[in-house]
């Protein structure tokens, strides 16, 4: 199938009214003021909104990267080390709740790895000797440090660190009396290869292997108009594949199995981007509720279908080198 003829849908900065390709059919709604786009899955009809003639809104302008939050990744402890999360019977329980990394090294004797240690261990803590890094105060079994006086002024705290690839920033800390090696692993997928649990209290889900997706949003003109119109397009295909058998007209019902987010699982599962077939946690494998939540307070757009729909539309069709009816950079959009 041909990509539709954009400038169908573009005239000069402006959307016109009456848009018509010879493979799909836009309507023009201009009710809905700050909508680019609609696909009315109901009605199984395509509409382009006043937005799709304008420039990107400067909040939405970016580039953007979403990572998986349920494929092959684990969930670390806080700040603080301690495990707070109960592994889902899918999943496995790494480290206790309440309990820390065991026998993580908390304090290192002096500069030279023949310094001994000169802090005094408490409770179960342990003060040993590891080859390669010398005279150590560990968390003991526990995970937890158990040290209640101020360190030897010879000793020093072991440094961990962190990338935190969501906000793109590096954590450094070291662990203070009551807590554990931050950032530990304390719960971890099974074979299936999804995380099926959810972190509680102050841990994370780890992203620092995640798969991710990056796109861009700067289109203006007939780019922001063909980009609008792919990303529609893309709901239609996906709302069709998912529509129950002997739904034939409107409205059109839906196969509740598929996870709310309306994307085949079998597509799921095919899916280069890796996107959970499973029901409530297969929702939104992206997190992208979140992602626009933290970025425009809104955190009504999100889910696997909208993900794929952002993705489309960042590759609207082919160029033909007999049009140029493109006002940016000489595009021209194949009919």
Same mark, same amino acid.
């Given at each position: 199938?041909?990509?539709?003829?954009?400038?169908?849908?573009?005239?000069?900065?402006?959307?016109?009214?009456?848009?018509?390709?010879?493979?799909?059919?836009?309507?023009?709604?201009?009710?809905?003021?700050?909508?680019?786009?609609?696909?009315?899955?109901?009605?199984?009809?395509?509409?382009?909104?006043?937005?799709?003639?304008?420039?990107?809104?400067?909040?939405?302008?970016?580039?953007?990267?979403?990572?998986?939050?349920?494929?092959?990744?684990?969930?670390?402890?806080?700040?603080?080390?301690?495990?707070?999360?109960?592994?889902?019977?899918?999943?496995?329980?790494?480290?206790?709740?309440?309990?820390?990394?065991?026998?993580?090294?908390?304090?290192?004797?002096?500069?030279?790895?023949?310094?001994?240690?000169?802090?005094?261990?408490?409770?179960?803590?342990?003060?040993?000797?590891?080859?390669?890094?010398?005279?150590?105060?560990?968390?003991?079994?526990?995970?937890?440090?158990?040290?209640?006086?101020?360190?030897?002024?010879?000793?020093?705290?072991?440094?961990?660190?962190?990338?935190?690839?969501?906000?793109?920033?590096?954590?450094?800390?070291?662990?203070?009396?009551?807590?554990?090696?931050?950032?530990?692993?304390?719960?971890?997928?099974?074979?299936?290869?999804?995380?099926?649990?959810?972190?509680?209290?102050?841990?994370?889900?780890?992203? /620092?292997?995640?798969?991710?997706?990056?796109?861009?949003?700067?289109?203006?003109?007939?780019?922001?108009?063909?980009?609008? /119109?792919?990303?529609?397009?893309?709901?239609?295909?996906?709302?069709?594949?998912?529509?129950?058998?002997?739904?034939?007209?409107?409205?059109?019902?839906?196969?509740?199995?598929?996870?709310?987010?309306?994307?085949?699982?079998?597509?799921?599962?095919?899916?280069?981007?890796?996107? /959970?077939?499973?029901?409530?946690?297969?929702?939104?494998?992206?997190?992208?509720?979140?992602?626009?939540?933290?970025?425009?307070?809104?955190?009504?757009?999100?889910?696997?279908?909208?993900?794929?729909?952002?993705?489309?539309?960042?590759?609207?069709?082919?160029?033909?080198?007999?049009?140029?009816?493109?006002?940016?950079?000489?595009?021209?959009?194949?009919?």
């Amino acid at each position: 199938m041909q990509p539709p003829n954009w400038f169908y849908y573009w005239k000069e900065g402006g959307v016109v009214a009456e848009l018509k390709g010879p493979y799909h059919e836009f309507e023009y709604n201009a009710s809905l003021q700050d909508w680019a786009g609609w696909y009315d899955a109901s009605g199984d009809r395509l509409y382009v909104c006043p937005l799709a003639a304008d420039y990107q809104p400067q909040e939405y302008r970016g580039t953007w990267t979403w990572f998986n939050h349920r494929y092959r990744v684990t969930i670390h402890s806080g700040d603080d080390g301690i495990s707070n999360t109960w592994a889902d019977s899918e999943d496995s329980q790494v480290i206790p709740v309440g309990y820390g990394q065991p026998y993580a090294i908390a304090i290192v004797g002096g500069i030279t790895i023949n310094d001994p240690v000169e802090t005094i261990a408490f409770g179960d803590d342990t003060v040993e000797f590891i080859p390669g890094v010398g005279h150590v105060l560990t968390t003991g079994p526990d995970g937890i440090l158990d040290h209640r006086t101020q360190i030897s002024s010879s000793d020093v705290w072991k440094e961990y660190t962190f990338f935190d690839r969501l906000q793109q920033v590096v954590r450094v800390k070291h662990i203070e009396p009551g807590e554990g090696r931050p950032w530990s692993t304390v719960v971890s997928y099974k074979p299936d290869d999804w995380l099926d649990s959810w972190p509680w209290g102050d841990d994370e889900i780890d992203l /620092c292997d995640a798969c991710s997706v990056t796109v861009v949003f700067n289109e203006t003109g007939i780019d922001r108009c063909a980009a609008v /119109c792919t990303h529609e397009l893309k709901h239609q295909e996906l709302f069709r594949a998912v529509r129950l058998p002997g739904s034939n007209s409107p409205p059109y019902q839906y196969d509740p199995t598929a996870d709310s987010d309306f994307v085949d699982d079998m597509m799921e599962s095919c899916s280069e981007y890796h996107l /959970c077939p499973k029901p409530f946690i297969g929702y939104d494998t992206y997190e992208l509720r979140s992602f626009w939540y933290r970025l425009i307070g809104d955190a009504n757009y999100g889910n696997d279908n909208e993900l794929l729909a952002y993705v489309a539309s960042q590759n609207p069709g082919p160029l033909s080198p007999y049009r140029d009816w493109s006002d940016t950079d000489g595009k021209q959009w194949k009919r």
